[in-house]
Protein backbone atom coordinates (compact mmCIF):
# COMPACT_ATOMS: atom_id res chain seq x y z
CA UNK A 1 0.00 0.00 0.00
CA UNK A 2 2.69 2.30 0.84
CA UNK A 3 4.26 1.84 -2.82
CA UNK A 4 0.72 2.65 -4.36
CA UNK A 5 0.31 5.51 -2.08
CA UNK A 6 3.31 7.51 -2.67
CA UNK A 7 4.22 5.90 -6.24
CA UNK A 8 0.41 5.82 -7.47
CA UNK A 9 -0.58 9.59 -6.22
CA UNK A 10 2.60 11.42 -7.46
CA UNK A 11 2.03 9.52 -11.03
CA UNK A 12 -1.69 10.20 -10.83
CA UNK A 13 -0.95 14.11 -9.51
CA UNK A 14 1.63 13.84 -12.88
CA UNK A 15 -0.37 12.44 -15.25
CA UNK A 16 -3.91 14.24 -14.19
CA UNK A 17 -2.61 17.91 -13.27
CA UNK A 18 -5.07 17.37 -10.61
CA UNK A 19 -2.88 17.51 -7.64
CA UNK A 20 -5.83 17.11 -5.30
CA UNK A 21 -6.52 13.72 -7.11
CA UNK A 22 -3.12 12.54 -6.53
CA UNK A 23 -3.50 13.74 -3.06
CA UNK A 24 -6.69 11.60 -2.51
CA UNK A 25 -4.87 8.68 -3.58
CA UNK A 26 -1.94 9.29 -1.31
CA UNK A 27 -4.50 9.93 1.43
CA UNK A 28 -6.91 6.78 1.08
CA UNK A 29 -3.27 4.57 0.46
CA UNK A 30 -2.37 6.08 3.91
CA UNK A 31 -5.68 5.13 5.87
CA UNK A 32 -5.92 1.69 4.33
CA UNK A 33 -1.91 0.80 5.56
CA UNK A 34 -2.84 2.57 8.58
CA UNK A 35 -5.41 0.51 9.45
CA UNK A 36 -3.70 -2.59 8.27
CA UNK A 37 -0.81 -1.74 10.72
CA UNK A 38 -2.81 -0.61 13.80
CA UNK A 39 -4.41 -4.34 13.45
CA UNK A 40 -1.28 -6.41 12.77
CA UNK A 41 1.14 -4.18 14.96
CA UNK A 42 -0.59 -2.08 17.14
CA UNK A 43 -1.06 1.88 17.76
CA UNK A 44 2.92 2.15 18.43
CA UNK A 45 4.24 0.68 15.16
CA UNK A 46 0.91 2.51 13.29
CA UNK A 47 1.71 5.58 14.63
CA UNK A 48 5.74 5.32 13.66
CA UNK A 49 4.81 3.57 10.23
CA UNK A 50 2.35 6.54 9.18
CA UNK A 51 4.93 9.33 10.41
CA UNK A 52 7.03 7.48 7.83
CA UNK A 53 4.61 7.47 5.10
CA UNK A 54 4.24 11.34 6.00
CA UNK A 55 7.74 12.51 6.14
CA UNK A 56 8.09 10.29 2.96
CA UNK A 57 6.16 12.61 0.94
CA UNK A 58 7.05 15.44 2.94
CA UNK A 59 11.10 14.81 2.19
CA UNK A 60 10.25 14.06 -1.64
CA UNK A 61 9.35 17.50 -2.63
CA UNK A 62 13.06 18.78 -1.49
CA UNK A 63 14.91 15.98 -2.75
CA UNK A 64 13.02 16.27 -5.93
CA UNK A 65 15.05 19.68 -6.10
CA UNK A 66 18.28 18.17 -5.85
CA UNK A 67 17.82 14.88 -7.70
CA UNK A 68 14.49 15.04 -9.70
CA UNK A 69 11.22 14.48 -8.81
CA UNK A 70 10.83 10.64 -10.31
CA UNK A 71 14.08 9.17 -8.61
CA UNK A 72 12.68 11.37 -5.03
CA UNK A 73 9.57 9.74 -5.45
CA UNK A 74 11.49 5.94 -5.64
CA UNK A 75 13.43 6.57 -2.99
CA UNK A 76 11.48 7.94 -0.40
CA UNK A 77 8.98 4.99 -1.24
CA UNK A 78 11.70 2.48 -0.80
CA UNK A 79 12.50 3.68 2.84
CA UNK A 80 8.77 3.97 3.49
CA UNK A 81 7.72 0.21 1.85
CA UNK A 82 10.97 -1.23 3.50
CA UNK A 83 10.31 -0.07 7.15
CA UNK A 84 6.41 -1.24 6.79
CA UNK A 85 7.93 -4.43 5.70
CA UNK A 86 9.93 -5.24 8.37
CA UNK A 87 8.10 -3.79 10.70
CA UNK A 88 4.32 -4.95 9.93
CA UNK A 89 4.51 -7.52 7.20
CA UNK A 90 7.13 -9.85 8.64
CA UNK A 91 6.35 -12.09 11.45
CA UNK A 92 9.00 -10.09 13.55
CA UNK A 93 6.93 -9.73 16.73
CA UNK A 94 7.26 -5.69 18.47
CA UNK A 95 4.78 -5.67 21.34
Known amino acids: MVAIGLIGGYGVARATGNR ?3 GAVLAAAGIYAGR ?10 AAGLGATYVLGFGLSHP ?3 KIGAWPSVLAVTAVSAA ?3 YL ?6 LR
Open 20 to 22: PLG
Open 36 to 45: TWLARRGPVV
Open 63 to 65: LAK
Open 83 to 85: AAH
Open 88 to 93: SDTQLS
